[in-house]
Nanobody
Framework: QVQLVESGGGLVQAGGSLRLSCVASGSTDEVESTRWYRQPAGNQREWVASIMNHGLTLYTDAVKGRFTISRDNAKNTVYLQMNNLEPGDTAVYYC??????????WGPGTQVTVSS
């Protein structure tokens, strides 16, 4: 099992930036990819970005060019740099890891609020 803890959320004005962190512990050597999801209030959780073990990164269209996912293997940490934030980015952000046999682990989430 992998334990995940997100941090870095907060309140920011539109156009501002935040960097989210996702620190992993436990069976981190089994992780195949790490993903960021978000869930706006009253809506379903949606995928935001992924980073694979071999380095490939993927983004949903809504954040391309504004968000960057990266990782520091020495710190077992994955980051989500979010620039030019918009009110539509307001949500609870979760990180998630995928391990063999489709095992998923989730963090408790961190709130991001973007004011107009």
């Amino acid at each position: 099992q992998v334990q995940l803890v997100e941090s870095g959320g907060g309140l920011v004005q539109a156009g501002g930036s935040l960097r989210l962190s996702c620190v992993a512990s436990g069976s981190t050597d089994e992780v195949e990819s790490t993903r960021w999801y978000r869930q706006p209030a009253g809506n379903q959780r949606e995928w935001v970005a992924s980073i694979m073990n071999h380095g490939l990164t993927l983004y949903t269209d809504a954040v391309k060019g504004r968000f960057t996912i990266s990782r520091d293997n020495a710190k077992n940490t994955v980051y989500l740099q979010m620039n030019n934030l918009e009110p539509g980015d307001t949500a609870v952000y979760y990180c998630n890891t995928l391990r063999p046999n489709m095992q998923l682990d989730w963090g408790p989430g961190t709130q991001v609020t973007v004011s107009s």
